[in-house]
């Protein structure tokens, strides 16, 4: 069966740091996966996605994560945090003939002013 | 982002009384689902539907049915509610694409069972 883990749950930093949070998956088929953020109080938001090709995805906002398959981790990272990235973070892979998603438990990031 | 409402936002209930939670879109997608959001679980899938009157089980099914007798409308019941489906519920569509099949989210419908 998948699972998606996120071994970060809670991550507090000042504004200017680089951001990396982790993402690693267990999956037989064919990889797809996906970043999304959900602010306080909000719906769930697409990032970024992968399905092939170059492993370095260019999502909204100024994030990238990276496919390593040897790793079996799609790693989020973004150069430079700001206060209006705190919000929760979920990694998702996709299988089964209905696409249905199987997420990780979130990262919640808090980007102190 | 993808037409997607759901209703009741918001609802408080009491244990062993129906609930029906409504997901309605605009765009005529093939695939929807439902999910429950808890802290520490992010989102887990519940049920999902392939098209119309053709529905299937997801991870936490128990305690839940749906139905999807139009293509536009996705129903979430809990037949008698309990407080530990005190979640926040998601609905979801996914567009799809060549290489780029992507679920996007309704804004979610926060139950409260006493």
């Known amino acids: 069966a998948q699972s998606v883990s996120q071994h970060n749950h809670h991550v507090i930093l000042s504004e200017a740091p680089s951001l990396e949070l982790g993402c690693n998956y267990s999956y037989g088929g064919t990889v797809n996966l996906f970043w999304y953020v959900q602010y306080p109080g909000q719906h769930l938001q697409l990032l970024l996605k992968y399905f092939s090709g170059d492993p370095l995805v260019k999502g909204i906002k100024g994030f990238e994560a990276e496919f390593i398959k040897s790793k079996f981790s799609f790693n989020l990272r973004k150069p430079s945090v700001q206060w209006s990235d705190t919000a929760e973070y979920f990694c998702?892979?996709?299988?089964?003939?209905?696409?249905?998603?199987?997420f990780g438990s979130g990262t919640q990031l808090t980007v102190l002013p | 982002d993808a037409g997607i409402t759901q209703s009741p936002r918001h609802k408080v209930t009491e244990t062993g009384t129906p609930v029906t939670l409504r997901c309605h879109q605009t765009e005529n997608h093939r695939y929807m689902y439902w999910y429950r959001q808890d802290p520490g679980h992010g989102l887990r899938l519940i049920h999902y539907s392939y098209g119309v009157k053709d529905t299937d089980k997801g991870e936490v099914s128990d305690g839940y049915s749906v139905s999807r007798s139009k293509t536009e409308d996705f129903l979430l019941t809990l037949e008698s509610a309990t407080s530990s489906q005190t979640s926040v519920y998601f609905c979801a569509i996914t567009k799809t694409g060549i290489h780029t099949d992507t679920q996007y989210f309704g804004p979610g419908t926060r139950l409260t069972v006493l």
């Open positions: 998702a892979l996709v299988s089964g003939s209905a696409r249905q998603l199987t």
